[in-house]
């Protein structure tokens, strides 16, 4: 019997104390505050060696709202890889901006782009754009394009 009781005193124990919600901080944050925490998380992250991790943290910026992050990325990948990782990087952020209300959304955006094949045309106007030296050497030099 006091085996018994020993054994439920020791589960009651060892049960994690939740705080109510209302005695969460809850402090206001600018989304200076929050970037910088988030690069912080990122670089911690490739200090630790998860460099995919820390590369995905770092595609873009994340935009706050209140206290809503929203966070796009290129692909699903990204956003699964992203989603795995996410309860460290808001726990991150809550801890270090006082704040329990923070959520983060992320949206996939995949910009479709059409490949096309560039002619030799094509690539010298792209490069004159890039440095316009590129005409004057062209003509010192009397140079032509063959397609």
């Known amino acids: 019997m ?4 020993k054994k439920k005193e020791l589960e009651q124990s060892t049960k994690s104390y939740v705080k109510p919600s209302s005695v969460l901080p809850t402090e206001e944050f600018n989304e200076t505050d929050m970037r910088l925490h988030w690069n912080k998380y990122a670089e911690r992250l490739g200090q630790k ?5 820390e590369s995905i943290l770092l595609i873009t ?9 929203t966070y796009e990325l290129p692909n699903e990948g ?3 890889e992203f989603e795995s990782m996410m309860n460290g990087l808001l726990g991150h ?7 329990h209300d923070i959520t983060i ?3 996939v955006n ?4 059409t490949k096309r094949s560039y002619n030799n045309q094509d690539r010298y106007n792209r490069f004159v754009e890039i440095n316009p030296n590129i005409e004057l050497l ?5 140079l032509d394009l063959k397609d």
Do not use: C, Q, Y
């Open 2 to 5: 006091a085996s018994i009781r």
């Open 49 to 53: 060696g998860f460099k995919i991790m």
């Open 61 to 69: 910026d994340p935009v706050l709202n209140g206290t809503h992050i």
């Open 78 to 80: 990204s956003k699964l």
């Open 93 to 99: 952020l809550k801890g270090h901006l006082h704040n």
């Open 105 to 107: 959304e992320v949206i």
């Open 110 to 113: 995949e910009k479709v782009e």
């Open 138 to 142: 062209r003509s010192i030099f009397g």
